[in-house]
């Protein structure tokens, strides 16, 4: 029996409760594979705010660090979305990414075609939809200095700094070759070339190292031409690589694609080690949700196909991973809809029961 640890950190809103689900697929994993999971919760985000005055303790990272992989749900809330304030809910993930070195967030986008009818665009458009939003996590405008607001002669000023050195771009850009040449073969780097100083060194060294992907179709859009493509011809697009803010706002328009924020899953990952895995953090793209929490309404895909990119990027269990995948195909195929994707003619399923039927159909 292999034995893996993994950090939870269940958070605010609806976290702590696609997170449950999480688990129970996970723990089915272990079941039918023979695997051992240990798992270890702290506080992040809001609730640790109220309870520590700190969105993430030193001693929360460092457990995360002594971990396998970390399954992350969601933080924040409108208790603490004070513009004034000086501790926030979004300061855990922001300090989670920089103290583990998680410098790439790897977000899928795939359009299952018995879903083509839930997006709000034509499904002639979105049918067959199957792309990477790649995401630069560590660097950009949300960590560079100087950034603050200050009053001189009576009027309000602000400063937020966008920053990158050729390390950080060249890494995150590898990475998008890297994972085009295991799909269709096509980078599409998006950039403000026109405008940006920052998007121009961009540009240059995407240009520097494309030689060494011979086989990958590189292509260069500006972010504005980027997001208007992704909805009128989003079957184009196989990996997308972005700095850090065009990508975080890039890969929440991809999300619609798909129908609903609920069924996106996400990986932020550092280095890795020569088997291609290592310590990484697994989360839904969506939020908190706070209007829904507690309600058991909420859609736990996003966090169960999380868990299937944990058990592959970290733990190295591809079999394990597909086969998760899998059990949401089926559920989903068998007409099986949470709240978010419910059609007139459909009964919703409630949070736990998502589960229980992805689980059920893990089992076989």
């Not at 240059?204 to 011809?233: F, G, K, N, Q, W």
Request: aromatic share 6%; net charge negative.
């Amino acid at each position: 029996m292999s034995s893996f640890n993994i950090g939870l950190l269940p958070g605010d809103g609806i976290g702590p409760e696609v997170v449950a689900e999480g688990v129970k697929v996970l723990d089915a994993v272990g079941s039918r594979f023979g695997h051992e999971f240990a798992y270890t919760s702290d506080t992040v985000g809001g609730a640790a705010i109220d309870a520590f005055g700190f969105a993430l303790r030193d001693e929360t990272l460092e457990m995360c660090k002594a971990q396998d992989a970390i399954f992350f749900g969601a933080v924040g809330g409108p208790k603490w979305d004070d513009p004034n304030a000086k501790v926030r809910p979004e300061q855990a993930i922001l300090g989670l990414r920089k103290g583990l070195g998680l410098f790439a967030n790897i977000r899928p986008v795939k359009m299952y075609d018995f879903l083509a009818d839930s997006t709000s665009l034509k499904p002639e458009v979105v049918r067959g939809v199957d792309l990477i939003v790649l995401r630069e996590l560590t660097g950009g405008i949300y960590f560079g200095k100087p950034q603050k607001q200050w009053v001189e002669n009576g009027e309000r000023h602000v400063v937020d700094t966008l920053a990158y050195s050729e390390h950080e771009i060249e890494r995150i850009v590898r990475v998008g070759f890297a994972l085009a040449q295991g799909r269709r073969k096509k980078l599409t780097s998006v950039d403000k070339a026109n405008v940006m100083e920052s998007s121009r060194l961009w540009r240059a060294i995407v240009l520097e190292i494309a030689p060494d992907y011979p086989d990958v179709e590189l292509e260069h859009l500006l972010v504005d031409a980027c997001t208007m493509h992704l909805i009128s011809r989003p079957g184009d697009f196989d990996v997308i690589v972005a700095e850090n803010l065009f990508g975080d706002v890039l890969s929440d328009e991809a999300s619609m694609l798909a129908g609903s924020m609920g069924m996106l899953p996400s990986a932020s990952l550092g280095a890795r080690d020569e088997g291609g895995t290592g310590l990484g953090m697994y989360e839904p793209i969506h939020g908190s949700a706070p209007d829904i929490a507690g309600q058991g309404i909420a859609n736990p895909i996003a966090q169960v196909l999380s868990g299937a990119m944990l058990l592959r990027l970290s733990l190295g269990l591809e079999a394990e991973a597909l086969a998760v995948e899998a059990a949401v195909d089926a559920v989903l195929a068998a007409g099986h809809r949470p709240p978010d994707l419910a059609g007139p003619n459909d009964t919703p399923k409630d949070t736990t029961a998502m589960g229980d039927l992805i689980v059920e159909a893990l089992a076989g």
